[in-house]
């Protein structure tokens, strides 16, 4: 079962239809029960209404002695309800409507404005306390401001905890704030008694009966979780004297006491015989779809082991636009990236070979020579012997910066740096080369133009595009260098009038081992790693670099870096 998908989607999907049979019914059931005991009084989704007014009564009156009329009002809108209210000691408030007979076994809801039922009052406030019951506070919460700017409630409460005696300019408030803040203290007293009770710091409160952001000095942070429990206690204990007390509320249908609950007894063997027509059901779609599914996979595992046998695969066709068709797609694009890797390293290795091969051969030509007594071991010979182990050497270190450039090995001493001094330091080292090919080496840049950069590392790359250029252009051509800012940006331009590179050569510009001239004369080019190399180091910088060239008119270079700021 491990091994097959096919075996694992057919488990899957048996699995999904029992669960699904036996939650449909299982919900089923449920809802025609529930349905059952909203008929019965013991949900109130169809009476909110009556809810709502008898909540409304609760918050704006201390008992129940005059619901009776309110209790009529609503009887007269439901014709055919009866509606009781019952304290919870057993006391019967009102009971108006119905023909009488005995009550629910259980309560619709019980009316407590001080413990609203969320159910039945969507958006209640999380402590559910009704909004509207004000007590001793004059203000909505809704309509009182979160600030004390005038600073009286701060003044009053130092006066209060004997820390200052001050006029606190009380007959200056309007009565309703005079009143919200007298409400408000008390209520810090309920609170913080009951923080005292946890072995909790007292707190100060605002006027929307959060704890104030500043607390006074010496006070460690509230605990909020602890002092929202203990606000919403408090509110609960300080509102109680100003609502009536809470009542159960009974309501019953016109039609008297709705049927008992549903039962499935004598139809157990239609529920399994449908359960068994939906299983089968299941099992066929998910044979169908497993085959379906399971036949691109197969595809791809031949194509995948015929290619780790080293074996050239066509694409492995597409079939939709599913995940599987772009798992195809990508294996695909992976199957032509590995071969057009494996070309490249069979090039590069031919590359590398013919690097060596050449200098190799001519030192061992020459030692032969001077071991068989053809050719004396002067200095000459000498001198042509570490040209070529240089020509060598060159390959060598060039192959290793660019391994570790590769790697992410490559570490930068990171500075400040000057881009007109870096290039007037460049325009000296190939003054000299250039004034004896016959090139005008020109160099140009803004004198605050700065950059953070590895000085060894940004000279290597400038002289590398440099000396590429001034070994390509001809006697009389030009090269300039320019250092400019734009768009945040610093950009090295290193243009010359040579005789360009091909449309189609552009692309390899930066290949390892590439070079213009298709003879490999190492006359007309070093190692082929140069531009290779000022690639990578540049995007260690976090800067790119780019070309154009014009046939016949020249090849400018690119080199942005991020701007010093």
Known sequence: MRRSVFTRLLVVVVLIAVCSIAATAWLAT????????????????????????????????????????????????????????????????????????????????????????????????????????????????????????????????????????????ERDLPFDTRADFTALLELEDLVNACLARRSLPAVDLDPDFTPAEKQSSGRPPPDEPAVAACVAASRKEQLTPYVAQPVLLYLTNPTGTPTAAISLSGNGWRVVGAAAAVLLVAVGIAAFAGARITRPLRALTAAATHMSQGGDIPPVPVRGQDEIAGLTRAFNTMAANRAQLEQARKAMVSDVAHELRTPLSNIRGWLEAAEDGVHDLDPALITLLLKEALVLQHVVDDLQDLAVAEAGSLRLTLDQVNVAAILEQVQAAHEARATQAGVTLAVTADRTLLVRADALRLRQILDNLVANAVRYVPSGGSVTVEGTQQDGACVITISDTGAGIAAEDLPHVFDRFWRADKSRSRSTGGSGLGLAIVRKLVEAHGGTVDVTSTTGIGTTFRVRLPELT
């Open 30 to 169: 449920q809802l025609t029960q529930a349905s059952i005991a909203r008929e019965q009084g013991r949900e109130l989704a169809s009476d909110n209404r009556i809810y709502a007014t008898l909540l409304g009564y609760a918050t704006t009156h201390r008992d129940w002695s005059e619901v009776d009329s309110w209790v009529g009002s609503l009887v007269s809108e439901h014709p055919g309800r009866r509606i009781v209210l019952v304290t919870k000691d057993g006391r019967t408030v009102a009971d108006r409507g119905g023909d009488g007979g005995q009550l629910p076994a259980k309560a619709a809801a019980v009316v407590d404005p001080l413990e609203v039922d969320p159910v039945l009052v969507p958006g209640a406030p999380a402590d559910r306390i009704d909004k509207r019951v004000l007590g001793p506070f004059r203000t909505p919460i809704d309509f009182r401001d979160r600030e004390d700017p005038t600073g009286t409630l701060f003044c009053l409460r130092l006066v209060k905890k004997g820390e200052a005696r001050l006029d606190c300019r």
